[in-house]
């Protein structure tokens, strides 16, 4: 049995998405246990107009105060101790539960994960990892924010923690990791990524060089690396154009009556696209380098967006990635001290 | 008349694309005249194949070599003297054309183009600036690859030169200006874009803060600035994911018999819709900052891509783009002598 604590306060639609969500993962996942974490009459007058209950894999845990989506990260930390977010990691620092799962702010999430769960021995900053489709299949990219300024060590580890974290899920045996960079050439790029392309050479890392841009969507790498200012840029560079492209296309088909008709014609093809790249199927993304598994859904995901983030906190609790990422760098670093 | 010198070897296609944009261009626009620069034999043979010949508003202008797509800069720069672009911007550096068009290795032409033509008074560096469409209009973007670390001062000089161009082409008076971060309040973000936007509220121009990477396609700015190496992942990843949208709608309506039936119903509206999002009506790129107008098209540009790289050179000499840019930071730094 897996126990998450989900913070059901978070997000831009709190207890309207989470719990559904919630309920509807258990009356899938046998093996889970879900901890509602947030106020208990809100909480429980939810549960009754769904017509649930608590019952023995599901229970509600007070917490007083909600972290809002824009408070600043150092003051919700300071002065939010009761809040759903941080009673929620603090229930996997307790060993009450093995995940978190929150749709709230990611800075509070990130600084507050941090505060209570501390990085991993060996790990300087924990990143921010999510999947993404691409024409063969997906590829996992970090850091996506959590770090402006990066050194080419930390993006060396943030290359471990891509790759124990895909081996981990996905039983790949030598995950292939790239390093973003604006050009293929070893002398393309800036300082930083030169200086990391040169350190994970010398990994024991399936390093297979730089990768631009279009290769995050196109290409065949498992991990892709880049600093958290780079990564959230292409993020949201991702969101807005997908965005734009669905916009530009409603707009055709509703140009007339018989674009109109060919929509309704089109429908069933349009739907199947629309699955394929459905960014709700992406949602949760992984704070990683953390004792413990946090996993930060889209602040804006429906129920089934924070589904995919609650299965995304079950299959790396099953898979022992936090351990797993632990047990390698100490393997990595006792290997390194023998050289 | 406006005389546009085309590197005509240059691009993936070389003079099988340029040769024929140049004579379809020549055929819309009156007041432009065109040197084809290349090895004239080639350049003959392919007037020859498509029933031209040179005559008063087409010349050919003969050069001897030919910069490879994938040659080091320094190498193109030091060795090929003689190379079809390097004389295409000689030809502009002479007064005989009034803007450079090249579709080849973009590292050759900002190196040529810089060493040639010359950085403005006050430029430091020249930057790549192109257009992208916009949920509403459109947007310019700089710099997209030419300079991997900028300095804050460097940023100031790419959003002033944005605004002077989106002013002088499209006749608007005071451009939008947004600086490309991770968030919106002023405490996000690293210390080169915070240190950006303190010196771009000191500056005359309309700047409206921090933009978030969704905001590119679906914000309201007329001018974004980044440094080269996030311009440059930006726009690629773009690219990639464009390539992946089409690359599933292709294959989902080719599924089956019926779903093949719909794309054919569709298919005006898949072409409409093709058309506004079509990245070759985009296509053309300025190096901005330099004594003289140059334009890089995509390596990989069609026809009509290649002919609106062509078309946007002869709006910006139209629209005597450099001069105005020297012009007004020429005012500019007037101004903060005397202040």
Known sequence: ??????????????VGVTVP?????????????????GQSDVLRKELTRLRAAENDRLSIHHASEVIAMDESPAQALRS????????????????????????????????????????????????????????????????????????????????MMGSILVSAVEGKDKPRVGLLNIGEEDI???????????????????????VEGDEIYTGDM?????????????????????????????????RNLLTKISAVIALPVLRAFRKRVDPRRYNGATLIGLNGTVIKSHGGADKLAFQCAILEALAEVKNNVPERIGRELAAMSARETLA
């Not at 509807?24 to 974490?37: F, M, N």
């Not at 392309?197 to 297979?208: F, I, P, S």
């Open 80 to 159: 939010k101790k009761d809040s759903s977010m941080r009673v929620a990691i603090n229930l996997v620092k307790e060993g009450v539960a093995q995940a978190a799962v929150s749709a709230g702010n990611t800075g509070a999430l990130m600084a507050t994960a941090r505060f209570v769960l501390k990085t991993l021995p060996g790990i300087d900053r924990p990143a921010i990892i999510t999947t993404l489709p691409t024409t063969h299949g997906h590829v996992h990219v970090l850091d996506l924010g959590a770090n402006v300024d990066c050194t080419p060590e930390q993006l060396v580890q943030f290359a």
């Open 21 to 37: 969500a919630a309920l509807q993962t258990l009356s899938q996942e046998a093996a889970l246990k879900v901890i509602l974490v």
């Open 222 to 254: 498992d991990v892709i690396v880049c600093d958290g200012f780079v990564g959230n840029v292409m993020l949201k560079t991702s969101e807005g154009l997908a965005q734009m492209i669905t916009h530009f296309m409603k707009q055709e088909f509703k």
């Open 188 to 210: 393309k790029g800036n300082d930083s990524v030169k200086k990391t392309n040169e350190l994970l050479r010398a990994t024991g890392l399936n390093y297979c060089g730089f």
């Open 1 to 14: 049995m897996i126990t998450i604590a989900l913070d059901a306060m978070g997000g831009d639609h709190g």
